[in-house]
């Protein structure tokens, strides 16, 4: 079983940065990592929405156009971690945003599709005033 728990969010104003970090831990976690990790968001009133992946090695990363050159996505394998680093925040980023992991994709298949993962975090609330 994977337990992921996310930190870092908060409240900045426009133009702002932010970075989400993501712990993920279980029995297997440490010599057998998921493949495919990503993280999404949902805000007031709509569904929740794929913002990036990031396959185990490094090699594959995906972003939804809403920010990409904004937003960047990394790991830290040693320690577990997943990271989401978040500037030029805009008020439509204002979100509650999850981690995730996939156990079943990787590679170039390891996108910000939220029927591929199995495993979520509670959430982080991120909000961005104008």
Known sequence: QIQLVESGGGSVETGGSLRL???GSGPT?????PPCMGWFRRAPGKEREGVASISSGG??????????GRFTISQDTAKNMVYLQMDNL???DT????????TWYSGNACRPQ???YTNWG?????????
Do not use: L, N
């Open 114 to 116: 939220e029927s591929r």
């Open 90 to 92: 805009k008020p439509e």
């Open 21 to 23: 970090s993501c712990a």
């Open 59 to 68: 090699d594959f990363t995906y972003y939804a156009d809403s920010v990409k």
């Open 122 to 130: 509670q959430g982080t609330q991120v909000t961005v005033s104008s």
């Open 95 to 102: 979100a509650m945003y999850y981690c995730a992991a996939s």
């Open 29 to 33: 976690y440490a010599y057998d990592p």
